[in-house]
C-alpha cells in the first residue's frame, strides 16, 4: 500500500497540534522511557513507521537491543525496573482502552512508582503516540526500506 494522504499537507494545523503536544511530551517524560512507551503502543497498534523509528531513535540514544526486543513481551522479561513495569503496564491498558477503562490493579501501580504530574505527563505520552499510531496506520504510511 502507498500512502494514502499526507496529513501534514492536508491539515497542516491539526498535525501542527499534535506535534506540538509530543513536544511537551518529549519535555516532560524521561527520554529512555517515552521510547520505550512509544515503541509499546506502536507495537500493540502494528504501527510499522513508528515501530521502525522508536526502535531507531532509542538504538541511538544508547538504549539496549536486548531491552528493545523484550518491549513485546515486556510483563515476561527481567530487564525493566518496576517505575518502567508500571509505565508498561499502563500503555497496555490506555492503548487498548476497553469497556472498563484501565484497572484498578494498572493504575495503583502506577501511582505507586510516579508523582501526579509524572502520571498525567505519562498518559499524555501514550495519548499522544496512540494518535501518531492511528495517522500513520491510517494513511498507509511505510517505514524507510534501506
Same mark, same amino acid.
Given at each position: 500500500m502507498s500512502e494514502r494522504i499526507s496529513i501534514s499537507k492536508v491539515a497542516p494545523a491539526g498535525y501542527q497540534a499534535v506535534a506540538a503536544l509530543q513536544h511537551h511530551v518529549t519535555s516532560t517524560v @524521561?527520554?529512555? !522511557? !517515552?521510547? !520505550?512507551?512509544?515503541?509499546?503502543?506502536? /507495537?500493540?497498534?502494528?504501527?510499522?513507521?513508528? /515501530? @521502525?523509528?522508536?526502535? $531507531?531513535? %532509542?538504538?541511538?540514544?544508547? #538504549?539496549?537491543? $536486548?531491552?528493545? &526486543?523484550?518491549? %513485546?513481551?515486556?510483563?515476561?522479561?527481567? &530487564? &525493566?525496573? @518496576? $517505575? #518502567?513495569?508500571? %509505565?508498561?503496564?499502563?500503555?497496555?491498558?490506555?492503548? $487498548?482502552?476497553? #469497556?472498563h477503562g484501565v484497572? @484498578?490493579?494498572v493504575w495503583d501501580g502506577v501511582v505507586k512508582h510516579w508523582s501526579d504530574e509524572e502520571v498525567a505527563n505519562l498518559i499524555l505520552a501514550i495519548a499522544t503516540i496512540n494518535v501518531w499510531n492511528r495517522i500513520a496506520v491510517s494513511t498507509g504510511t511505510r517505514p524507510p526500506v534501506g
Open positions: @524521561d527520554p529512555t !522511557l !517515552l521510547e !520505550l512507551v512509544k515503541l509499546r503502543a506502536s /507495537i500493540l497498534n502494528s504501527c510499522a513507521y513508528c /515501530i @521502525d523509528m522508536h526502535s $531507531r531513535h %532509542a538504538l541511538a540514544a544508547g #538504549e539496549d537491543s $536486548r531491552r528493545l &526486543f523484550a518491549v %513485546a513481551a515486556w510483563s515476561e522479561a527481567p &530487564f &525493566f525496573n @518496576d $517505575r #518502567e513495569r508500571a %509505565a508498561l503496564a499502563l500503555t497496555d491498558a490506555v492503548t $487498548r482502552l476497553g #469497556e484497572a @484498578d490493579e
